[in-house]
């Protein structure tokens, strides 16, 4: 039988997941909800199935085997609760909270019920970056150093604090993320960053125009990962590992590494987005959750990354231990 999906939130990067569940043969959309009723009746009368403005009112109404959450860092917490004393599992659109006080609860909401989550962190789907996690798992790893510089994004939550967290835990949590999966756990952080000109742009602007941090790996590695929002167009994002003998690199689709062999390259052949969706589908009908690469549990720490940079940037570049977030 095919999986009975409610959609909360329906705009933004939701349109994509929604057409590729509904390419899915063992997915049904039937409901979608969002604080704005026109954007879920568009989905509902796109997709078919019913549109709600309340999400409480939504899974009082409908007998759903599943949520897809796509909302912005503010405004989870309740829906995610509601879940856990429902019994629904959880498709979650990263970051999966604002900060950790907000996190904690429902990860431990989601513990108690045993429920499963998929987390949207796409990358670990890439069948390039899944490449990269395999040849560098016997190396020695010395150096990371990643990068999220691009534009500042057109909706006005994305640039106010309080409702996104900034660029470092709303956007360049991808490349925060990706570090981890592919070098291991971060334990210590010492970030600055700046405010020098987007707060002339936008009267709203109060997030960092660029940050850098230090990263300090379980392993030993030492590594940065900065990010911007000022450049005019889309800059770049990408990833580099340097081990003893081998460097590599992840940039857009592209995989390049060189050792002692020489160079290799391999372009991405599978995408990311389509499988995580798979994976959900997959990991809820035969009840095997190994296709999840990242689950709730797991973000988490993702989170605390980030919001250790941010508390270090408030700190003055106090280094933060990111276990004493969890």
Same mark, same amino acid.
């Given at each position: 039988?095919?999986?009975?999906?409610?959609?909360?939130?329906?705009?933004?990067?939701?349109?994509?997941?929604?057409?590729?569940?509904?390419?899915?043969?063992?997915?049904?959309?039937?409901?979608?909800?969002?604080?704005?009723?026109?954007?879920?009746?568009?989905?509902?009368?796109?997709?078919?199935?019913?549109?709600?403005?309340?999400?409480?009112?939504?899974?009082?109404?409908?007998?759903?085997?599943?949520?897809?959450?796509?909302?912005?860092?503010?405004?989870?917490?309740?829906?995610?609760?509601?879940?856990?004393?429902?019994?629904?599992?959880?498709?979650?659109?990263?970051?999966?909270?604002?900060?950790?006080?907000?996190?904690?609860?429902?990860?431990?909401?989601?513990?108690?019920?045993?429920?499963?989550?998929?987390?949207?962190?796409?990358?670990?789907?890439?069948?390039?970056?899944?490449?990269?996690?395999?040849?560098?798992?016997?190396?020695?790893?010395?150096?990371?150093?990643?990068?999220?510089?691009?534009?500042?994004?057109?909706?006005?939550?994305?640039?106010?604090?309080?409702?996104?967290?900034?660029?470092?835990?709303?956007?360049? +949590?991808?490349?925060?993320?990706?570090?981890?999966?592919?070098?291991?756990?971060? +334990?210590?952080?010492?970030?600055?960053?700046? *405010?020098?000109?987007?707060a002339e742009v936008y009267a709203d602007f109060d997030i960092q125009d660029a940050i850098t941090a230090n990263l300090r790996f379980a392993s030993g590695a030492v590594g940065t990962i900065s990010c911007t929002c000022m450049v005019d167009t889309w800059g770049q994002s990408s990833l580099r590992v340097?081990?003893?003998?081998?460097?590599?690199?992840?940039?857009?689709?592209?995989?390049?590494?060189?050792?002692?062999?020489?160079?290799?390259?391999? +372009?991405? *052949?599978?995408?990311?987005?389509?499988?995580?969706?798979?994976?959900?589908? *997959?990991?809820?009908? +035969?009840g095997d959750s190994s296709p999840v690469h990242s689950d709730y549990a797991d973000a988490l720490r993702t989170l605390a990354v980030t919001v250790a940079v941010n508390q270090s940037i408030q700190r003055d570049g106090q280094v933060i231990s990111v276990a004493e977030l969890l």
């Open positions: 039988m095919s999986v009975k999906l409610g959609f909360i939130g329906t705009g933004g990067v939701a349109g994509g997941h929604l057409q590729r569940f509904n390419e899915n043969p063992d997915a049904q959309l039937v409901a979608y909800c969002d604080v704005e009723l026109s954007r879920a009746q568009q989905a509902a009368n796109q997709y078919g199935g019913q549109a709600y403005q309340d999400f409480r009112a939504m899974l009082d109404s409908e007998d759903l085997d599943a949520l897809v959450i796509c909302v912005p860092p503010f405004a989870h917490g309740d829906i995610e609760l509601e879940a856990c004393r429902r019994g629904l599992p959880m498709f979650i659109e990263k970051p999966v909270a604002l900060d950790m006080d907000m996190a904690r609860p429902i990860g431990e909401a989601i513990g108690e019920a045993g429920l499963l989550t998929l987390v949207a962190y796409k990358y670990r789907w890439d069948d390039h970056v899944i490449k990269a996690r395999d040849m560098l798992a016997d190396k020695n790893i010395g150096l990371v150093f990643g990068n999220f510089w691009g534009a500042t994004p057109e909706v006005s939550w994305w640039r106010v604090m309080s409702k996104s967290g900034g660029q470092m835990v709303e956007q360049a +949590t991808h490349i925060v993320d990706m570090a981890r999966y592919l070098c291991g756990e971060i +334990t210590e952080v010492q970030a600055f960053g700046t *405010q020098q000109a987007m340097l081990a003893h003998g081998f460097t590599l690199s992840i940039a857009g689709d592209s995989l390049t590494w060189a050792d002692s062999n020489g160079p290799g390259e391999y +372009t991405k *052949q599978v995408d990311g987005y389509h499988s995580e969706d798979d994976a959900f589908i *997959q990991a809820i009908q +035969t």
